[in-house]
T-cell receptor, first 118, second 112 residues
Framework: DVKVTQSSRYLVKRTGEKVFLECVQD?????MFWYRQDPGLGLRLIYF???????EKGDIPEGYSVSREKKERFSLILESASTNQTSMYLC?????????????????FGAGSRLTVL | DAKTTQPTSMDCAEGRAANLPCNHS???????VYWYRQIHSQGPQYIIH???NNETNEMASLIITEDRKSSTLILPHATLRDTAVYYC?????????????FGGGTRVLVKP
């Protein structure tokens, strides 16, 4: 019954590598989000998308880009990985229609991808 | 979005009610109160939300004060599996995006 799937649970990459983190949701949600989580800093929003091909910067977009070519898929790209991008990355999705009708801003999160950059 | 203030941590006895406070004194009239929790090594999980009235679901109850400046999440019979970080978030619903900002949360430890 997994609804938000992140492609890799654990990744180890080298500095300078290009890294793709993939996220797929099967709930027909309009909104998708990428967060990173670090000890003592909580969850911080990197990018989000409210429609296909639409993207908006979150609080910490530097060093990242995203792609949303299909409604169900939202990719996070690290063009040139650096050690300070070692983190847990969490993808989430939500429904705009549900939110407007009930006020329920329910984000469904994936299990997370733990990235280590050496 | 209105800022929220939560205690950093709290302990609770298994089987007892856990009452988690949240202060949001600058909340606006169109902002909802949301509660999420994050169990270790998992993504955050939605618990409950409310605007003005108290709410209850199978997981918890949400009590919002009449002036809406604070709220309390109640876990009626805490179990060891309720050990998690609990986040209180305030946000207005918008037509698109609806991003949520997670603060530090309250680290709840349920003890046997």
């Amino acid at each position: 019954d997994v609804k938000v799937t992140q492609s890799s649970r654990y990744l180890v990459k080298r500095t300078g590598e290009k890294v793709f983190l993939e996220c797929v949701q099967d709930m027909d949600h309009e909104n998708m989000f990428w967060y990173r989580q670090d000890p003592g800093l909580g969850l911080r929003l990197i990018y989000f998308s409210y429609d296909v091909k639409m993207k908006e910067k979150g609080d910490i977009p530097e060093g990242y880009s995203v792609s949303r070519e299909k409604k169900e898929r939202f990719s996070l790209i690290l063009e040139s990985a650096s050690t300070n991008q070692t983190s847990m990355y969490l993808c989430a999705s939500s429904s705009t229609r549900q939110g407007l009708s009930s006020g329920a801003n329910v984000l469904t999160f994936g299990a997370g991808s733990r990235l280590t950059v050496l | 979005d209105a800022k929220t203030t939560q205690p950093t941590s709290m302990d609770c006895a298994e089987g007892r009610a856990a009452n988690l406070p949240c202060n949001h004194s600058t909340i606006s009239g169109n902002e909802y109160v949301y509660w999420y929790r994050q169990i270790h090594s998992q993504g955050p999980q939605y618990i409950i939300h409310g605007l003005k009235n108290n709410e209850t679901n199978e997981m918890a109850s949400l009590i919002i004060t009449e002036d809406r400046k604070s709220s309390t999440l109640i876990l009626p019979h805490a179990t060891l599996r309720d050990t998690a970080v609990y986040y209180c978030i305030v946000r207005a619903i918008k037509a698109a995006g609806n991003k949520l900002t997670f603060g530090g949360g309250t680290r709840v430890l349920v003890k046997p």
